[in-house]
Nanobody, 127 residues
Framework: DVQLVESGGGSVQAGGSLRLSCAASGFTFTNYWMYWVRQAPGKGLEWVSDISGNGAHTYYTNSVKGRFTISRDNAKNTVYLQMHSLKPEDTAMYYC????????????????????WGQGTQVTVSS
């Protein structure tokens, strides 16, 4: 079975940093683009970033460019999201997801758009 397990969320003050991890199993990790998607309270899903199977291509939503970095360790079947200079508006549930294709996301993302999802990890940024 496909499993995506996120970890690393927590509560931080504005300006702080967190690193999220997502451990994947049950599929050929290198064949899939990996995504980070977030959902703030009362809002829809927001694409944050994605990375190609070999890690050569990465994309970010404008609001996190220069602050967040996505990476993957294919030997460990793990994808990461390093977050710096966190802002209160980054507060959300962060989900890891996998898909067979990737790139910059220009429209509203729905759960059916990506193949598999984790359960999420909460990030709370206080001012």
């Amino acid at each position: 079975d496909v499993q995506l397990v996120e970890s690393g969320g927590g509560s931080v003050q504005a300006g702080g940093s967190l690193r999220l991890s997502c451990a994947a199993s049950g599929f050929t990790f290198t064949n899939y683009w990996m995504y980070w998607v977030r959902q703030a309270p009362g809002k829809g899903l927001e694409w944050v970033s994605d990375i190609s199977g070999n890690g050569a291509h990465t994309y970010y939503t404008n609001s996190v460019k220069g602050r967040f970095t996505i990476s993957r360790d294919n030997a460990k079947n793990t994808v990461y999201l390093q977050m710096h200079s966190l802002k209160p508006e980054d507060t959300a549930m962060y989900y890891c997801a996998a898909a067979e294709a990737g790139g910059p996301w220009s429209r509203t993302l729905n759960r059916n758009d990506l193949n598999s999802w984790g359960q999420g990890t909460q990030v709370t940024v206080s001012s």
